[in-house]
């Protein structure tokens, strides 16, 4: 959260990355605190200097500051959620989260759009826009984020394998039997595709085709099948959300490790990071899984943590997997 509010600290949105400045930094091997010296740069200094806390090594990393429109409508939705569940604990920063997330709301919906696509920009704006007044309204209950979300439903469903799990969850927000009905019907039309996928291959999951692996995608899916299942379980059985957790605990192609270091029989414990050299792991870590080589070799090379397409890990990859257990353990126990 303090990582996302730096942004709009410093320059009144959010950034879309940080990363080492040079090569040698970025393959870097050890404690990532030694990637640099620790000090901000300062171009007045020589290069072995170092005086006042600062030093005249440039070894800072950089901040790309490219502002996007459906980025900064993910990260409203990332803090208006942290403002909400950070209240009673750290009031202060709640308050910062939720204050941020509104104003960047307002300089959005009274600007054109701006597209800067980067790597990890989401793109897909009106399904990001619809998640940030979703969660907005589950803030505030305010009409505003209730028509947005009325007038984007016809776009938005366009990315219904993004969203769909956000306009689910929003029915009972919305109280509108005419909403519920536009969300159901999109939700029909999108499971007759997923149904083929899901026939596709011997796992149950709708599996795409990468040269990534595709583990923590979905994880993703399940989050919104989550949702889904809650508002319509006859369209969206919980069965859909156990299959990704199986997937993710060895049920996939190329092995049947776990794709979770330190989680099941067996499970993937070379991992791709600053310590890969050491050929060890995180507990809990979750690496994205068997990536594809083409034309249709699936792969899962373990142990070997230098792939990072099969064995990084990701914090948002451990924290939807996380969100699937805690589903399917709710769905099994409730």
């Known amino acids: 959260v303090e990582n996302l509010l730096t942004g709009y600290r410093i320059s009144g949105h959010s950034y879309a990355g940080i990363i080492a400045g040079t090569l040698e930094q970025y393959v870097h091997l050890g404690d990532a605190c030694t990637m640099t010296d620790n000090l901000a740069y300062d171009p007045k200094l020589a290069a072995d200097k170092v005086k006042d806390g600062r030093s005249g090594k440039r070894d800072d990393r950089w901040v790309f500051t490219s502002r996007d429109s459906s980025l900064e409508y993910l990260v409203i939705a990332s803090l208006a959620a942290a403002g909400r569940i950070l209240k009673g604990y750290d009031d202060e920063l709640a308050r910062e989260c939720l204050a941020t997330a509104f104003k960047a709301w307002r300089y959005e919906q009274e600007h054109e759009p701006v597209e800067n696509w980067s790597a990890y920009v989401p793109g897909r704006r009106p399904a990001m826009e619809a998640l940030a007044a979703c969660v907005l309204l589950s803030c505030t209950g305010e009409e505003e984020y209730k028509e947005r979300l009325r007038a984007l439903l016809p776009e938005a469903a366009e990315h219904f394998f993004w969203v769909g799990g956000v306009f689910a969850r929003a029915i009972s927000y919305m109280q509108d039997e005419s909403f519920t009905a536009s969300v159901q019907a999109a939700a029909v039309a999108y499971r007759e595709n997923r149904e083929k996928e899901w026939i596709s ?59 979770v270091s330190g989680v099941g029989a067996q499970s993937v414990t070379a991992t791709y990071g600053v310590n890969r050299a050491e050929y060890s792991y995180i507990p809990g870590g979750n690496v994205s899984g068997p990536s594809l080589i083409l034309p249709d070799f699936p792969e899962l090379k373990s142990p070997y943590p230098f792939l990072w397409q099969q064995t990084e890990y990701v914090m948002s990859g451990a924290a939807s997997y996380i969100f699937c257990v805690l589903a399917a353990d709710k769905l099994l126990n409730t």
Do not use: K
């Open 201 to 259: 291959n011997p796992f149950g999951v709708p599996y795409f085709h990468n040269i990534w692996g595709v583990g923590w995608l979905l994880q993703r899916y399940a989050l919104q099948e989550y949702f889904l299942h809650r508002a319509f379980p006859d369209l969206f059985p919980a069965e859909n959300i156990f299959q990704v957790v199986h997937y993710a605990l060895g049920c996939h192609p190329a092995s049947n490790l776990s794709l």
